[in-house]
């Protein structure tokens, strides 16, 4: 079986990036912005995978961040990883719906998996949790407010990383049948 560094290579580069996109959010923008609510940086990395992957690497590599994302967080891991996968499902029934390649979509997906990322959370945390998480209505629409803000700059990022560590293209132009 030959093993495909470059695959790999792009794993362990993105696995780096969320670890710095998680640090930022966590502790680096509390330190220069006060008590704003930090944008969802880990979420474009996650929008990114999905639609920029196929739907089983898509998924591991998704489940693998959130793993990584329990350091940064009191979640409890049921409740990462059926958000992450609730989120996936829809971002991907929406790729396969309407996809165009570019920033702009991008851009759009991730304003509109904030939004559903708080409503899977809040819903979940209601359905799962003992003391389920509170509304904090305003702490959350500025999250979605600077999240796809970020994300125009990330896009960028990412692709980039992607055009130097793969050796076949694995943007995946439409959806998968389901």
Not at 115 to 138: C, D, G, K, Q, W
């Amino acid at each position: 079986m030959k093993i495909r560094w470059n695959a790999t290579l792009n794993f362990l580069i993105f696995l780096a990036a969320l670890l710095v996109a998680a640090g930022i959010q966590s502790t680096l923008w509390f330190q220069f912005f006060g008590n704003v609510p930090a944008p969802l940086l880990w979420l474009n990395l996650i929008v990114y995978m999905t639609l920029y992957r196929k739907p089983f690497p898509a998924i591991f590599m998704i489940y693998a961040m959130g793993a990584i994302l329990l350091i940064f967080t009191a979640m409890p891991l049921k409740m990462m990883l059926f958000s992450l996968l609730i989120l996936f499902i829809l971002v991907y029934g929406i790729k396969s719906r309407v996809f165009w390649s570019g920033a702009g979509y991008y851009t759009i997906m991730c304003g509109f998996s904030a939004v559903a990322y708080h409503l899977i959370y809040f819903f979940l945390s209601l359905v799962m949790e003992r003391n389920p998480a509170s509304f904090e209505i305003v702490d959350r629409l500025v999250q979605i407010i600077l999240t796809p803000t970020f994300a125009f700059l990330m896009y960028f990022v990412l692709a980039r990383i992607d055009k130097v560590t793969q050796d076949e293209l694995v943007h995946e132009p439409g959806g998968f049948d389901l």
